[in-house]
Nanobody, 122 residues
Framework: VQLQASGGGLVQAGGSLRLSCAAS????????MGWYRQFPGNKRDLVAD???????NYADSVKGRFTISRDNAKNTVYLQMNSLKPEDTAVYYC?????????????????WGQGTQVTVSS
């Protein structure tokens, strides 16, 4: 399974960006997809995720500004980021928890995409 992320870049404060992440490969079903971000010297923290059934979770710092959505037919997750702030500057990573079915056994695997830089200038 591969996760291909895109959509990062440089934007002024108050602007918007949309991140996309497409999963491809051996996929039986997708349990969840989401976005994490990592500030220099810090661990990755959850930004938002969407569980099968469309239940969503957001970090408090992005509630009301970011929206996560999923296109199940395309195995793609999106993160619409509005009202961006300089403190949103980070490397954003796509994450997916994917179920494989092999020999009548279900196994869940966690995958990460390559990071995409989001820079918000003041």
């Amino acid at each position: 399974v591969q996760l291909q992320a895109s959509g990062g870049g440089l934007v002024q404060a108050g602007g918007s960006l949309r991140l996309s992440c497409a999963a491809s490969g051996r996929i039986f079903s997708i349990n969840s997809m989401g976005w994490y971000r990592q500030f220099p010297g810090n661990k990755r923290d959850l930004v938002a995720d969407i569980i099968s059934g469309d239940s969503t979770n957001y970090a408090d710092s992005v509630k009301g500004r970011f929206t996560i959505s999923r296109d199940n037919a395309k195995n793609t997750v999106y993160l619409q980021m509005n009202s961006l702030k300089p403190e949103d500057t980070a490397v954003y990573y796509c994450n997916a928890n994917i179920r494989d079915c092999s020999n009548y056994r279900y196994l869940d695997y966690n995958y990460w995409g390559q990071g995409t830089q989001v820079t918000v200038s003041s």
